[in-house]
């Protein structure tokens, strides 16, 4: 039985395959109002300030398929702490609490990180080409950012989870 002290955390990206903190229980979830998207500059881990690459961020608008993590109440402190050194770096992400759907009729609220509209690192507007050629030229201390999206367009698919932009960006990547 669920403890309501407890904390859900929503993962859409390398968060799904690599949390990086302990948990309890992992389910399949989706969040509703906000899409995966490759919306975030990336100056550091897949780009540069000169040449920079695209990361995902949860956007409005749309759903997304991903991961609830529920996290017991004595490890809160901690994971929130280790989630934000990790996505609160460049302070591009918004934390937020979020109505998430597990399962076919329960609803959680899960901490999740979605794009600041406002951030300088927000690309949320570029056209397909302009994506492209971001992730084609992006390469940072993480890697290449080709190699980014197709890593994780592969962990997607293994959790049989579908993401048409990133299957269409890929295939281009060819």
């Known amino acids: 039985m669920d403890n309501p002290d407890d904390l859900w955390v929503f993962g859409y990206g390398s968060l799904m395959w690599r949390p990086g903190f302990p948990y309890l229980e992992r389910r399949h979830a ?8 490759l919306c975030i500059f990336s100056h550091v881990h897949r780009g540069t300030p000169d040449n920079p690459g695209l990361v995902l961020g949860l956007d409005r608008g749309g759903r997304c398929h991903g ?20 996505e609160q770096a460049t302070a591009v992400y918004l934390e937020r609490r979020l109505p998430v759907r597990v ?16 951030h300088p690192q927000y690309a949320g507007r570029l056209s397909f080409d302009e994506v492209l050629r971001l992730v084609r030229q992006g390469q940072g201390v993480s890697g290449a950012n080709p ?28």
């Not at 993590?69 to 989630?83: G, P, Q, S």
């Not at 399962?103 to 406002?118: C, H, I, N, P, Q």
């Not at 994780?152 to 281009?172: N, Y």
């Open 30 to 37: 989706h969040l509703f109002g906000y899409h995966r998207s």
């Open 67 to 86: 991961v609830a993590f529920r996290v017991a109440a004595h490890e809160i402190e901690a994971t929130v702490h280790y989630l934000r050194e990790r």
């Open 103 to 118: 399962g076919a009729d329960e609803t959680v609220s899960a901490l999740a990180y979605v794009a600041d509209r406002k």
């Open 147 to 174: 190699d980014y999206v197709r890593s994780t367009h592969e962990h997607l698919l293994g959790m049989g989870i579908v993401d048409p932009l990133l299957e269409r960006i890929t295939a281009s990547l060819s």
